[in-house]
């Protein structure tokens, strides 16, 4: 499979990385490589193979519902580039 | 019920599939500890893990899942003892770790159905394709700053469970019985205090129309609607959008459309057209979730009357209409209050007097005064004493809702204002005789023109004896008296 220029246009908007055309260009053919590399798999015969969703053959572990955690608001806001008043302050986001 | 809308290419089919959001009841987050009570200072209740710190891992909680398994059960669905949290990616300000963690090819409960009660009378089932369990995002607030917004993350990974119907509603009516017993049925459960005010129970409504008989139409999925009522509105303004849009030679784009309760209208939201393109696959920070041996009997053990059984018992057993027993079951206390007013009284027809004393005059008093139900000033026990009066024929119905009013404004028992006033009714034949004959002694003129033939006088005697007894002499012995004097 070979992605285009805008198959990785679309890729680096979903992920959120600008990228200008040059880079684009660039980069078009080098994850189409690591895509054909990974495309290798789809040759294994897996009719009749359950979809593995874990490597481990152990249960997910719950717990039991106790608030344990939480109350330090400063904490939360420490990294913020930007908080008032306890929020996290961000440049406008609305519809 | 499915009404058909007179378009000018001929009659159209509204199509309503709805997603409910539905807000776990627990003290915990889903995947942390901490707590998620509604209306905490803001960022106070949130942990690493929900802030998506690096290195932070997701402990799954253990109620959250029971929860949904016995949703699952309420809503009459196959159980899942395999399932799989899935990563779901989109960025926004609110959602820290950019990805929802929800569950997407394996959900905890797949397909089931419920029954909905319809203005008319009638019922319908509706298919559930799915419930999911999955974390809410954190709040914005956009209005307290010209070019910020505000971000609190309490609510940030509180456990949600996605009810996902097929599209089997036909209309707003539809709509409204759908969501309507949805939440009664969490509310019975347990599972979700199903309280749209505060938002632990969101809606999207996805709309279509179709000609009858043909495919499915294209849907556009309508957001921002938190109200039953916002619900009924988004749909009728929809649906009329779809229609003009396609008698004039469009197609309906399928979109997010987000309801403006306030220009009320539905909006394209052209945003989030490439957020579409969720990218799911397998959270690696979690292991499939597999149901501990006898957890779904376990649950199955603590289920309790669900409010369809309730509505089918209360029909049979007790005789009522589909509509009364639907009114009562509306709120599981205000069936236990009518079975405890109606299992006070063993005579046959009180159960129906029952429901009609605590449909007609009991719930229409307190939606007067804006009380609720828990706040009646008179108790099951005391209307039941009412019931019993009626049914034994110390008084009649007549003077029993003169009973009632008295006892709803001094909190005082039945009986005791019976004797107070002397309400009592007179059921002595001999002491009725003497009043019947006392009013057909007095009207002459009227005996003689009901006898020759004008029936509708007979009224006018019944009228008069009452008058004489002060509305207390029992209604079906005057009756018989009056007819055999009279013949």
Wanted: hydrophobic share 40%.
């Amino acid at each position: 499979m070979s992605l285009t220029k805008k198959d990785v246009a679309k890729v680096a908007n979903l992920a959120r990385i600008k990228m200008d055309d040059a880079k684009l260009e660039e980069l078009a053919p080098q994850l189409s490589n690591i895509i054909g590399f990974v495309e290798q798999l789809s040759e294994v015969d897996t009719d009749n193979v359950e979809p593995l969703a874990s490597v481990v053959d152990i249960n997910l572990r719950l717990r039991e519902d106790k608030v344990t955690d939480g109350g330090y608001q400063k904490e939360i806001l420490a990294n913020a580039p930007d908080s008032l008043e306890g929020y996290f302050v961000v440049p406008k986001v609305v519809e | 019920m499915s009404a058909l809308i007179k378009g000018e290419t001929g009659d159209w089919e509204i199509v309503i599939g709805m997603e409910i959001h539905a807000q776990v009841t627990a003290e915990s987050k889903l995947f942390s500890g901490s707590a998620t009570s509604f209306g905490a200072e803001q960022n106070t209740q949130v942990s690493f893990v929900d802030a998506a710190m690096p290195g932070m891992l997701p402990v799954l909680n253990k109620l959250c899942v029971e929860q949904a398994v016995k949703t699952g059960l309420g809503l009459n669905a196959k159980i899942n003892e395999t399932s799989i949290f899935a990563r779901k990616n989109y960025f926004y300000a609110d959602l820290p770790q950019g990805y929802q963690i929800s569950q997407f090819e394996d959900p905890i409960v797949g397909e089931g159905k419920i029954e909905i009660d319809l203005p008319d009378g009638t019922t319908k089932d509706i298919g559930i394709t799915r419930l999911h369990l999955e974390q809410d995002a954190g709040k914005s607030i956009h209005d307290q700053h010209p070019t910020k917004s505000y971000v609190d993350l309490n609510r940030s990974g509180c456990a949600l469970m996605e009810i996902v119907s097929e599209p089997d509603i036909r209309g707003p009516e539809e709509a409204a019985a759908y969501i309507n017993k949805i939440r009664m049925i969490l509310r019975y459960l347990e599972t979700c205090d199903g309280n749209m005010d505060e938002g632990s129970m969101r809606a999207d409504v996805n709309i279509s129309v179709r000609h009858p008989g043909d495919e499915l139409g294209t849907r556009a999925e309508i957001k921002n609607v938190n109200s039953v009522k916002a619900i009924q509105q988004a749909i009728d303004f929809e649906v009329e959008r779809q229609i003009d849009h396609i008698e004039s030679g469009n197609k309906v784009v399928q979109e997010t459309r987000l309801w403006d309760p306030v220009k009320m209208e539905t909006r394209s939201m052209r945003s989030k057209e490439e957020a579409h393109d969720y990218r799911y696959f397998p959270d690696p920070d979690l292991l499939p979730l597999v149901l501990e041996d006898g957890l779904i009997e376990k649950m199955k053990a603590t289920l309790p009357e669900l409010p369809d059984q309730k509505k089918h018992r209360f029909m049979n057993d007790y005789g009522l209409s589909l509509y009364d027993s639907s009114v009562l079951i509306a709120e599981k206390s205000r069936a236990e209050y009518f079975e405890a007013v109606a299992n006070d009284n063993d005579a046959p027809e009180s159960a129906k007097l029952a429901a009609n004393w605590v449909i007609n005059e009991l719930l229409g008093a307190l939606k007067k005064d804006e009380k609720r139900l828990a706040d009646s000033p008179i108790s099951a026990e005391q209307l039941g004493g009412l019931i019993n009066l009626i049914t034994d024929n110390t008084i009649s119905g007549k003077i029993a809702k003169d009973v009632f009013a008295e006892m709803y404004s001094s909190g005082k028992d039945a009986a005791a204002i019976v004797e107070e006033k002397g309400l009592k009714q007179v059921t002595d034949t001999g002491e009725i005789e003497a009043i019947v004959d006392k009013v057909i002694a007095d009207n002459p003129d009227n005996v003689e023109k009901y006898k020759g033939g004008k029936d509708k006088l007979f009224g006018f005697f019944v009228g008069q004896v009452m008058k004489e007894t002060g509305g207390k002499a029992n209604p079906a012995m005057v009756n018989e008296l009056l007819k055999k004097k009279l013949s």
